[in-house]
């Protein structure tokens, strides 16, 4: 993978890569990469892609209110709030 | 020497100083736990369950109500978990009760445990080794005898590798059996939590009061009865190569004890075994990539000092968050999601799960279980060269297969090579974790399960 593909992907993801990153972590992800291209040896044409083993039908469930006590213990698990909300730095 | 009888666990409040002096030097050698707090009071009343009064360890990917739930992540090292996952609840019903949070690779994403960012674990049989992974933790602890059993989570062999490193069993149940509610996403449709314990009879007690649908996660189930009758015909690879000399001796000697306990052997090939690794690693770092997304330093975890406005913020936190390995993983996972690549990758791999799992049905259709070796290395030492992240995941191969086609796989010890255990595998079609325990049972007949060097009944007495 080039490095033009390599910090596209990383944008993508939300993650930054310093230079000893762009060379260690994408080498890693190019090894990963060309080992799955192993995968086109195989002959899959006309095959169903499996998404879950055995899950095969959607589930539907009633349509109720379900209360939950967990709310105020979520909330203060945050970094940083006020009163109930989340601070996040200006977005101007 | 043997491993304390679970009759011997039932003392643990009553013996607590005696296990204390037992523990806690074993634990500061092997590093376990994350969170540990046998001194903390268990249920008032135990009751007389199967689990009554027993202590036991989880994973630190699985939520207990009041521990930290870290994932072995910088990214999550101040987060209290204010819930219990189901497979907790359920054990808290059954009168078992949690003293400790244990070791993993980050957000279960390794083979050694070595990638957690919190501690560092070595394998109680030889602590210049790493315990496996990524339920290494869970591993540990039940090998040492800290805990008669504990919880650990496998997505691609997670309790199934580090169990075969410790020389204990470990269940990898059928997908969905166990409900997920309370575990830490990492690749949904390969993961299930899963059971560790040196006792054979104590990880079915558990498996029963886990298993079972759960109206918190919709892709559980009730398992389904299959057909009883006893365990026959075990499939065993025609083709098998590559494993390390000291695992092939214990694999080939495992297989004369199975003839020689009157099971049928029957030759067989799994043609796909060969790209189950791509496979699955394509798929579980598409999902992985999706799952790890919400990690954003706003709502909780790891939030950076300074950022300059909320996109900035969400870099650094994922920045500075997370390990190379979750890195590198969730990187791969969104580039075979690319526009574009998707059909090249993640389709494909989907259509090869396809054919692994026709593949394994064709097994089953002519034998009551598929027998193969867990990892095809013993416990290897901390910074092995030969053994990096690249080829730890090469070695994934005889463990993913199960997690892939949803089907349950045991890890068992089956003997040792060069003073370390060695951990053999038998899986079975969906629903058929009965078959599991009565083949690794009746090979316990013959070769008995070896105890851990210094893990011995001492504190109960």
Known sequence: MDIGELETTA???QIDLGEGDLERLGAAVSQMLSYFEKMNALDTEGLEPTTHA???DNRVRSDVVVPSELADALVDQAPEREDRFFVI???L | MSAPPVSAWKQFQAKKEAYLAYAR???????????????AAGPSQSGSGPLAGLPFGVKDNIAVEGFPLTCGSKMLADVVSPYDATVVSRLKSAGAFVIGKTNLDEFGMGSSTDNSALGRTHNPWDQTRVAGGSSGGSAAAVAAGLVPFALGTDTGGSVRQPASFCGVYGLKPTYGVLSRYGLTAYASSLETPGVLSADLDLVRAVFDACKGRDSHDQTSLDPERLPARPVKTIAVLADLTGLDPGVQAVYDRTLVALKDL??????VTLPTLEYAVPSYYTIATAEASANLARFNGIRYGHRPVYA????????????SGFGDEVKTRIMVGTYVLRSGFQDQFYTKAQKVRTLIRQDLQKVFDRADLLFSPAFPTAAFIHGDKTMNEFQQKIADKFTVTANLAGVPALAFPAGLADGLPVGMQFTAPAFGEDRLFEAAAV???RVPVAACPGNSLDWSK
């Open chain 2, 308 to 319: 300059e406005n909320p996109e900035h913020l969400v870099r650094q936190s994922r920045t």
């Open chain 1, 11 to 13: 944008a993508l993801a």
């Open chain 2, 25 to 39: 030097p074993w634990e500061k050698r092997i590093g376990s736990f994350l969170t540990y707090r046998p001194e």
């Open chain 2, 262 to 267: 009157g099971f049928t052997l029957v030759p």
């Open chain 1, 89 to 91: 730095p200006n977005v």
């Open chain 1, 54 to 56: 055995l899950v095969k």
């Open chain 2, 443 to 445: 090979f316990a007949t």
